[in-house]
């Protein structure tokens, strides 16, 4: 079973729309990390959230961490072609300092003009 | 610029064949890691390694091998034993509990 279930698995937004992506885990979160990748291309990190309640925004993209739901939302605020991309949520989640990192299936955004 | 290299960016092997990925960092991270990714999979976790000499498997280590003899380098063997090898292969590194930094991949097709 996936340990990390994002949703949805795919979007598709009007430009100037805006979008939330999901990411729960089926386990304790020891830290959260979302990064956004571009079709066979690397990972480009984004956020990363550490702290129950914390919130941390950049641009026009905003992620939560809700530690009691073991729960992230990624919120993309009026959202442009350049947001189009695979978002993925990754996290340690097999224990404190542990250093798997395990990730998601992603979402794959589509921001039509 | 520090960063993290893999190489080469395509391959081609033929059915029986081993062949070997690499992946160099100078960030001088401890841990590193092995992704395969393929169309609507996500990233799957090969192998880890979070010290020199030292590696854990990961979810899908099944016909792959590694080896950590230098803190720069965690090069990644895709083995005849490996039934489906054709994917996307992503390399990663990061120093304890921070955030990963990526390679920009290596695409193995079998032929």
């Known amino acids: 079973s996936q340990e990390l279930e994002q949703s949805p698995q795919s979007l598709i937004v009007q430009e100037g729309k805006n979008l939330t992506i999901n990411c729960t885990s089926s386990k304790t979160l020891y830290g959260l990390y979302w990064y956004k990748q571009k079709y066979g291309e690397g990972l480009i990190f984004l956020m990363m959230l550490q702290k129950g309640g914390e919130e941390k925004s950049h641009e026009k993209i905003t992620a939560k961490l809700d530690e009691k739901k073991q729960q992230s939302s990624l919120h993309i605020t009026a959202s442009q072609p350049s947001h189009a991309g695979i978002y993925l949520c990754g996290a340690d989640i097999t224990g404190a300092g542990s250093y798997q990192l395990t990730f998601g299936k992603g979402t794959k955004l589509s921001v039509i003009p | 610029d520090g960063g993290i290299t893999q190489s080469p960016k395509y391959l081609f092997r033929k059915e029986g064949q081993n062949v070997t990925l690499s992946c160099e960092q100078n960030?001088?991270?401890?841990?590193m890691y092995w992704y395969r990714q393929d169309p609507g999979q996500g990233l799957r976790l090969i192998y880890y390694?979070?010290?020199?000499?030292?590696?854990q498997k990961g979810d899908i280590a099944e016909g792959y091998s590694v080896s950590r003899e230098k803190k720069e380098s965690f090069p990644l063997t895709v083995t005849s034993a490996q039934k489906n090898p054709t994917a996307f292969y992503l390399c990663?590194?990061?120093?304890?509990?921070?955030?990963?930094?990526f390679g920009q991949g290596t695409r193995l097709t079998v032929v």
């Open positions: 390694s979070q010290i020199v000499n030292d590696f």
């Open positions: 960030l001088n991270h401890d841990a």
């Open positions: 990663a590194s990061r120093r304890g509990a921070t955030e990963a930094f």
